[in-house]
């Protein structure tokens, strides 16, 4: 809206500017009727009143370029700047017209006129008539209405704005409904909530019919590809299980020799790594179809985490650490002790794999007023600080991972397990160099709280 008025604003200058020139071009034509008579002033040499606006100037120029008449008489409608006269304004301009100058505008003294000049041949080949034409007062009066044409059209629009408010509003709210009832849509809801057609405007029930359908596809979808993780994992829970233990069986009877004994070992160490991958996928598999359960009971933090290092020593072939605990009195949280195992696990994995051999990795605790901290830390690349949120993400790995092998689940896996125990886990750099992985739980005081 204020673009069309600022078209019309512009629009009406144009054309106004345009008005004055064509209203100059004819009295310059009223002007050349009266030719003949000017140029008997012309051979006289006397000045002489002719019938002219009183908005105008007439000037005769001889062919010498001298002035020879001033063709009017000064009216108190004709603007001169100030501290000029009549003659030396129109001797002033005299010098520089074209002998074909039609309505050419010029500013004098902050005043505005337009200028034109009118061969006279009949009085010389060189001798012309200069017309000057005050416009001041026309530019003050059409600026004025301009000014006014902004005010109201500025009045206009804020008052349509005030107006149109209550309306816009009132019809853009089934808009804002919707978008909150989106908001509220995800993968728990994704196959029971869908948007109401009731009292829908007819505009957007074909929206809101094709969001629904949509919907419909996703949790088709969804529900087809949880199903299939969830029957792939269990198929190949049973023959990676066999696998380990046959390995193990081996191993123990002393069943193989020589090199064979290397292979043995680690067919033995990938069968427990793709275990320990199809677990992480019926994790996932689980908690996306809302069936992942979990068996909350009171934990000491510090004999968890020796069991944990009495679990993992033998397979991290020395380079675990385990420090004492400080001398904060003894906390117990709340949590599941066999899947606060497994991150553990997951942790401890990720940090023999990406940190330097021989280098330690530590296993630790602390407690504060409100929580309790599982560390495992390491001497590797670490992690950057753009990368500690996303590494945590479903298949996504750092950028410190290459060269190392992976899925890119364990760490996701372990952010799941941690948020359904109330807690959480972060990753902070190590003073010496590395990453500290921190499983965070919650110091719990009440009773005990259902299984998730």
């Known amino acids: 809206m204020l673009g069309g008025y600022g078209a019309l604003f512009v629009t009406q200058s144009l054309l106004a500017a345009r008005e004055r020139r064509g209203a100059h071009l004819q009295t310059l034509a009223r002007l050349a009727d009266q030719l003949p008579l000017v140029s008997g002033l012309a051979g006289t040499g006397s000045a002489a009143l002719v019938f002219l606006p009183p908005t105008l100037l007439v000037w005769l120029e001889r062919p010498d370029r001298l002035p020879l008449a001033l063709v009017a008489r000064v009216s108190p409608e004709f603007p001169l700047p100030q501290g ?5 304004l129109m001797a002033e301009l005299a010098s520089g017209v074209d002998p074909e100058e039609r309505g050419r505008l010029v500013q004098i003294g902050g005043e505005s006129y337009l200028l034109s000049a009118l061969p006279l041949p009949s009085a010389g080949d060189e001798a012309r008539l200069l017309v000057l034409e005050a416009v001041s007062s026309r ?9 006014l044409l902004l005010a109201a059209a500025g009045s206009s629009t804020l008052l349509t704005g005030l107006v149109l408010r209550p309306v816009l509003d009132r019809g853009l709210a089934p808009l804002v409904q919707l978008g909150a009832r989106l908001e509220r849509i995800n993968f728990d809801s994704l196959a029971s909530e869908r948007l109401p057609l009731e009292r829908q405007p007819r505009e957007l029930v074909p929206i809101v019919q094709a969001f629904n359908a949509l919907l419909d596809r996703l949790a088709a979808s969804w529900s087809r590809q949880s199903s ?8 190949l829970r049973t023959p990676i299980t066999l696998i380990n233990g046959y390995a193990q069986s081996l191993q123990r009877r002393g069943a193989v020799v020589g090199p064979s004994v290397r292979q043995l070992a680690l067919i033995q160490s990938e069968a427990e790594r793709m275990a320990r991958m199809v677990t992480d996928l019926l994790d996932l598999a689980r908690d996306d179809a809302g069936r992942l359960t979990l068996q909350r009971q009171r934990v000491d933090p510090e004999r968890l985490l020796l069991e944990a290092y009495e679990r993992l020593e033998q397979h991290a072939q020395g380079r675990l650490q385990l420090r004492p605990p400080g001398d904060e009195p003894p906390l117990e949280v709340w949590g599941d002790p066999h899947r606060l195992q497994q991150c553990l696990t997951n942790l ?5 794999k990406y940190a330097p051999e021989a280098t330690p990795i530590v296993l630790q605790t602390t407690a504060g007023s409100t929580a309790v901290r599982l560390h495992v830390s390491d001497r590797g690349p670490g992690v950057p600080e753009a990368e500690r949120q996303r590494i945590f993400e479903r298949f996504v790995r750092g950028s410190t991972a290459e060269g190392c092998s992976g899925s890119g689940l ?3 896996v372990v952010r799941l397990l941690m948020e359904r125990m109330g807690g959480a886990v972060e990753v902070a750099d190590v003073q010496e160099g590395g990453a500290d992985f921190q499983l965070v ?11 998730a």
């Open 441 to 451: 739980l919650p110091v719990r005081s009440a009773p005990r709280p259902p299984s």
């Open 84 to 88: 000029r006269t009549a003659w030396g």
């Open 228 to 235: 299939f993780v969830d029957g792939v994992a269990h198929e």
């Open 348 to 352: 401890v994995e990720n940090a023999l």
């Open 139 to 147: 530019e003050r009066s059409e600026r004025t209405n301009a000014l």
């Open 410 to 412: 364990g760490l996701s």
